[in-house]
């Protein structure tokens, strides 16, 4: 297979053997390493989803694929251009309670802190409590919550009550993101209840944008 075929398909088989050979010939061939996510990791990463949801492929293969990407993407993170623009803001990153997806949520932090945000990522299955505890904690700018499954689509929406009955929107503009969002349930439906900013971000650029908009 040519090599851009063959990235692709090792996240589709979860084949990880000579995965950094092909990264590094990628990148000597001139692919930027963003570039060899989105346009081809990612693209597998897809079709595996494709593929889970049609049943054509079992839970625990879905997990080696996941696994291949997460190594893919931590060998290339060193070769990511950063910008010298440090201190921009600060964001506290969670995966919301109840769901463990954080591939997307990880490309996030990587994005917004190579290009001058602080992130403060505090992982996956995380209650409101501890997102917010967090956010005081570190004085954050802003929160980030990430979520794939459509019942953390209600979980979202569950904690942007929770902040607003606590009175603590104005304080912290809130980005979403993750597949089961969409922008019309965000803004339709999320804005109505929370008295802040709410954002929703279809990819981690837009994330990134987002947090440049809000700190502007
Ligand atoms: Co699961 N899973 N999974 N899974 N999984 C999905 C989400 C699913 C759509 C697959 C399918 O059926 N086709 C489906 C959800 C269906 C639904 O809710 N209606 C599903 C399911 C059902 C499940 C389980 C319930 C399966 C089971 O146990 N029977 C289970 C759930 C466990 C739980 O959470 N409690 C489960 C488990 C897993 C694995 C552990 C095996 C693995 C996750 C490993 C990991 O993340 N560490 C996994 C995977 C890999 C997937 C798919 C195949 C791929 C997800 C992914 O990483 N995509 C996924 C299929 C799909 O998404 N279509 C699927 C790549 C990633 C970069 O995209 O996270 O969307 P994404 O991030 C994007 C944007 O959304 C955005 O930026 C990123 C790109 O730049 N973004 C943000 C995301 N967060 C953001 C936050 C922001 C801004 C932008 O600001 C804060």
């Keep these: 297979l040519p090599l851009e075929e063959r990235l692709k398909r090792r996240i589709i088989d979860g084949e990880r053997n000579g995965l950094e050979a092909d ?3 990628a990148m000597a061939e001139g692919r930027a390493p963003l570039s060899i996510i989105n346009d081809l990791l990612l693209d597998g990463m897809k079709v595996v989803g494709e593929l889970f949801g049609s049943g054509q492929m079992q839970l625990p293969f879905v997990l080696q694929s996941a696994e291949v990407m997460k ?18 803001g600060r964001i506290v ?28 990522n505090i ?34 929406k569950e904690n942007l009550a929770e902040m607003a009955s606590r009175g603590v929107a104005e ?16 803004e339709d439906d999320l804005r109505s209840i929370y008295p802040g900013q709410v954002h929703y971000a279809r990819d981690a650029f837009e994330g990134l944008s987002l947090m440049d908009r809000v700190m502007a």
Excluded: C, F
């Design 93 to 120: 990153l969670a995966t919301v309670k109840g769901d463990v997806h954080d591939i997307g949520k990880n490309l996030v932090d990587i994005i917004l802190s190579n290009n001058g945000y602080d992130v403060v």
């Design 71 to 88: 190594t893919a993407v931590a060998y290339l993170e060193p070769h990511m251009e950063r910008a010298d623009d440090d201190g921009k």
């Design 23 to 25: 990264l590094d010939t």
């Design 123 to 156: 992982g996956i299955k995380q209650p409101i409590n501890a997102i917010l505890d967090a956010a005081e904690e570190h004085r954050a700018d802003a929160i980030g919550m990430s979520g794939l499954l459509v019942k953390s689509t209600v979980i979202m």
């Design 171 to 186: 304080r912290w503009p809130v980005l979403l993101g993750g597949a089961a969002l969409t922008r019309a349930y965000v």
